[in-house]
T-cell receptor
Framework: DQQVKQNSPSLSVQEGRISILNCDYT??????FLWYKKYPAEGPTFLIS?????DKNEDGRFTVFLNKSAKHLSLHIVPSQPGDSAVYFC????????????FGGGTRLMVKP | DGGITQSPKYLFRKEGQNVTLSCEQNLNHDAMYWYRQDPGQGLRLIYYSQIVNDFQKGDIAEGYSVSREKKESFPLTVTSAQKNPTAFYLC?????????????????FGDGTRLSIL
């Protein structure tokens, strides 16, 4: 049973527009959420995170929103750039699991020039 | 410059062979992890270790083995019992304790090893 789900395997947006990547979770014990970005043949790199005590965290062009009641988080990229084209993984952790992460299946973002 | 080094980048295995993937970190992290990524799929945990000489199975440990003789090293052996070993393998490390500052990343990843069957 997948505890973290990214229901859109791929997303295509025009350069300069907003990209919205979604993630749903089922485990109510999760209290820390992250987004990683991955290029082909490379390891994932950390992008942004949010604690469950917040509902929004912003870092430059990247903003993560958390809706705890809906068990849903989203990553907004504004404006989208061709270099943002990659696979984005949502991940979650719970207080009783240290730094163990549960990953979603990933969403491939393609930003067209 | 601290980081995680995985080697080799590409690895080929013949049927019936065991192969070992290397993972070394100089971040002074206590915990290390091995994940497998298949095309179009997420990261699935194979094994993890939170302290030297101790490790636990993850979600897909069958056909794999690990050792943790040194804090810096966590090699993964893909045995002949693993029937579908072709995949991209990622190693990661982290501290044990959580740090929930928004700029913090719990796990740092290497660049991966792609294993293929000849």
């Amino acid at each position: 049973d997948q505890q973290v789900k990214q229901n859109s395997p791929s997303l295509s947006v025009q350069e300069g527009r907003i990209s919205i990547l979604n993630c749903d979770y089922t485990n109510s014990m999760f209290d820390y959420f992250l987004w990683y970005k991955k290029y082909p043949a490379e390891g994932p790199t950390f992008l942004i995170s949010i604690s469950s005590i917040k509902d929004k965290n912003e870092d430059g062009r990247f903003t993560v929103f958390l809706n705890k009641s809906a068990k849903h988080l989203s990553l907004h990229i504004v404006p989208s750039q061709p270099g943002d084209s990659a696979v984005y993984f949502c991940a979650a952790s719970s207080n009783n699991a240290g730094n163990m992460l549960t990953f979603g299946g990933g969403t491939r973002l393609m930003v067209k020039p | 410059d601290g980081g995680i080094t995985q080697s080799p980048k590409y690895l080929f295995r013949k049927e019936g062979q065991n192969v070992t993937l290397s993972c070394e970190q100089n971040l002074n992290h206590d915990a290390m992890y091995w994940y497998r990524q298949d095309p179009g799929q997420g990261l699935r945990l194979i094994y993890y270790s939170q302290i030297v000489n101790d490790f636990q199975k993850g979600d897909i440990a069958e056909g794999y083995s690990v050792s943790r003789e040194k804090k810096e090293s966590f090699p993964l052996t893909v045995t002949s019992a693993q029937k579908n070993p072709t995949a991209f393998y990622l190693c990661a490390s982290s501290p044990i304790g959580r740090d929930l500052r928004s700029s913090n990343q719990p796990q740092h990843f290497g660049d991966g090893t792609r294993l293929s069957i000849l």
